[in-house]
């Protein structure tokens, strides 16, 4: 048998070789661990369909926070469960609200970390929505007022970052002229720019106690059909003044990141989502998988499609594996 002269064997004989030509690399400081926080002390429960993941009361924060420092995790994604919800989601711009409180328990005990807030209304409205209903539908333009707002708020709290989640048109741009025009200018916007209307949203809904009361959000999240619309709502987020984009959820929709990265040189991020997550605990649970071979492999996928930034509830996990 007559071999090509190159065999790529050559370069897979062992570990050093492997690690020499290695393409894509992941590093815990590319990582954002999200954090649920919910009232009360000394609360600490944690999410059955999320096993490892717990809703923290804010003065659990903190010994979190280190413990993400010590591991290299240096930036957070915080959720709030509020105490009280109404049908315009008031709590998410309370200047004592859960996200505020958690910003400032944050920031005294750990002040090296970076924190980015979820800026949605979701978590907060009695009815389960990302925006205020009027009509018997949600209503897009009266809803942005209330999100800039919000993100104002948690920016004057000592957010590092903001991060849009609603997908209502044109809450970027209001969220970037509020932050502005408070002296905020610095503060940059995280954008779900490109939001699927995703079922593996499930654990999500039940830690963050935001399923929508009736009906779906498949009016303003994206149809899981249509790729170039991607394309079309990270170009409007761009020009509205987004800093980073995301693809939500991550790893069932590698080509949009990959089309993201192609089409855009602002950094990438992606949320590698509750019931992707959900999944590989539940298979790993009946001995089906290997969880941390599985968890890697999923993370540098996500990474190898292009994505700078992976949002993800393995950030620990992963972060422990990459130290060895």
């Known amino acids: 048998m007559v071999f090509p002269e190159y065999r790529p064997r050559r370069l897979r004989r062992n570990e050093a070789f492997r690690s020499l030509i290695r393409e894509t690399r992941l590093d815990a400081s590319q990582l954002i661990y999200p954090l649920f926080v919910m009232p009360g002390k000394n609360k600490r429960d944690e999410i059955a369909s999320m096993p490892g993941v717990f809703r923290l009361s804010v003065d659990q924060l903190a010994k979190e926070a280190k413990d993400c420092l010590a591991l290299g995790v240096n930036h957070l994604l915080l959720f ?3 105490e009280k919800k109404d049908a315009m989601g008031t709590g998410a711009h309370a200047r004592d609200g859960i996200v505020q409180r958690a910003i400032k328990e944050l920031k005294n005990a750990a002040p090296e970390m970076m924190l980015t807030t979820d800026v949605c209304l979701c978590e907060y409205t009695d009815h389960g929505h990302c925006g205020c209903i009027i009509g018997n539908q949600v209503d897009n333009d009266a809803t942005l007022e209330i999100l800039a707002k919000t993100a104002l708020s948690h920016a004057e709290a000592g957010a590092d970052m903001v991060a ?10 209001e969220i970037r002229a509020a932050l502005d025009e408070n002296n905020f200018d610095q503060v940059p916007i995280m954008a779900y720019s490109v939001k699927y209307a995703s079922a593996f949203y499930g654990p999500f809904r039940e830690a963050a106690d935001c399923a929508p009361k009736s009906g779906d959000r498949k009016a303003y999240q994206m149809d899981p059909a249509n790729a170039r619309e991607a394309l079309r709502e990270a170009t409007l987020d761009v020009d509205e003044g987004a800093d980073i984009l995301m693809v939500k959820p991550a790893m069932a929709y590698l080509d949009i990141i990959k089309s993201l990265r192609d089409e855009f040189d602002l950094p ?6 509750s019931g992707e997550y959900a999944m590989i605990k539940a298979a790993a649970a009946n001995g089906w998988i ?6 890697a492999e999923s993370l540098l996928a996500i990474k190898r499609a292009g994505a700078d930034i992976i949002i993800t509830y393995y950030a620990k996990d992963m972060a422990r594996r990459l130290k060895g």
């Open 80 to 82: 709030g469960l509020p």
């Open 164 to 173: 849009p989640s609603d997908m209502m048109d044109g809450r970027v741009g």
């Open 268 to 273: 990438i991020a992606a949320y590698h989502v």
């Open 290 to 295: 290997d969880e941390e071979r599985v968890m």
